[in-house]
């Protein structure tokens, strides 16, 4: 494979760039609820810039003291930034989930979670499988509907101007009460007039797993749906799309059920990573077709994959890989992790090869990384322009404190670091009105201001992010590290508000 023109690391920092402490202050829990205009703006706000941005993950990292283990499992709390003409509302609220509210309700832990125990040892968790829906993954706009998802049941519908929860969802009927729907969607933009599809799935994990695959249409019609059965556990977060393919990369990760059905473990505790088997590169053909394509490659563990596109005979795909299942170990939790024992995250360009069933790849070379993200017109095209948040040094494992721009035809990297006491989240790629170039637009990303407690909206020129952001929207309050969100151009604010 053709060596991509890379700058090489510097050298690695001789000293963390962050203060553990003030990492840790960014997953105290949120329990308020805000809804104000933001008055501390830094900069401006873009002319051109309109809509709204969303963003999911966990608000409580705790329920009334109890801790939770793993922020996989803190309570979806929904933050919502309306832009306009200038202006900039803020509003969060939780999602208002059976689980939530039994909880709130009790004062205490009354579900198990992927990493977390009900309190009270083995006892109180033997025999009891129900894994709360924490709805805390990613929001979507699509269909006239927001939806707060977790990969392991049914989407919660909000209000998108309110952000007040409306329920479970069934997509109009297209899932069956309790029937997940991953949070990891991909929309395809339309060409030659067809409209937007999005692209989604879900995985039934057994001894042989099922991945199901939906495809909607822009008013959230069914367009696709087929089901798959393949050999082996999947633990499956996301995938990638091409015109043709959705691609899933089955880690090497087996998942022993015994101590978990009795009690003595959570389901992540469960999981096993064996490096030494292959990583299986998944194809299911778009078309519903049963000529799934399984290819090998080298053990590795991926959470999130950048985008990824054919080119005749061959799919080439962009992934953030670790080298084993990055756990939370069992005592401590997740404020204790030691960056140094965890593997550090690459980017990985695959070449899967269709005809002779072969996977080559090469690494990348980028700072610990995660949260890729790209021009939404090029998802499953060819691309120029990548986006992840990354650590601020060069080398190892490290909280993301810095947003990457990576340009795969000149190999060059572009740097905006927020250390020392600066965490990035997720940047999201928003088009300027009428841009033509792939990398005309803005970059936005909540992050956490340890310095001040707070969180901020930080609105970066995508064309150039070396000089920093364009505008920083401070918030009130801090907001805990996030997952994913999206950006709609509607403006959506509560009436009269
Ligand atoms: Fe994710």
Redesign the pocket.
Known sequence: MQKLQISQPQTAAQNPSYDRTDWQRGYESQPNEFDYWIDNIEGEIPAGLQGTFFRNGPGLLDVNGQPIHHPFDGDGMICAIAISEGRAHFRNRFVRTEGYIAEQKAGKILYRGFGTQKPGGWLANIFDVKVKNAAN??IIYWGDKLLALWEGGQPYRLDPRTLDTLGLDTLDGILQPGEPFA??PRIEKGKNGAGDRLVNFSVKPGLSSTITIYELDESGKLLQRHAHAIPGFAFL??MAITPNYCIFFQNPLSFNPLPFLLGFRSASECLKFSPNKPTQAILIPRNGTDEVKILETEPCFV??HCNAWEEGDEVFVDSVCYESFPAVEAEGGFREVDFDSLPASELWRFKLNLQDKTVQHQVVETPSCEFPTLHPNNVGQPYRYLYMGVADAPRGNAPLQAILKFDFVTGERQIWSAAPRGFAGEPMFVLRPDAVAEDDGWLLSLMYDAANHRSTLAILDARDITKGPLARLHLKQHIPYG??GCFTPNVLLPIGS
């Open positions: 993954t990613n949070a990891h977060h996301d959470f999130h997952f994913h």
